[in-house]
């Protein structure tokens, strides 16, 4: 069995994560969104962005609230 079935996929929000980076005004790298999340209280790296945008992480509500603060959208709109 299965712990996860959605597309092989361990969150709903990386490929959301990664269209609104790449949309952003400054078009921020995985390095420039990992310091802008430290900056208000996340620890994550450049590899924990990666890992969130291809699938292969879960994503906290926490950071899932940060997301949402920085790119200055709803969380329904990361989901």
Do not use: H, P, W
């Not at 949309?23 to 790298?29: A, C, P, V």
């Not at 310091?35 to 899932?64: H, P, S, W, Y």
């Amino acid at each position: 069995m299965f712990k996860n079935k959605n597309e092989g996929r361990n969150n709903l929000c990386g490929e959301n994560v990664r269209k609104l980076r790449m949309s952003y005004s400054e078009k921020l790298s995985q390095r420039a969104l990992a310091d802008k999340m430290q900056l208000i209280g996340i620890d994550l790296d450049k590899n924990a962005i990666q890992r969130i945008e291809c699938g292969k992480r879960f994503v906290t509500d926490i950071e899932l609230k940060a997301f949402a603060e920085i790119f200055g959208v709803g969380l329904d709109e990361l989901v």
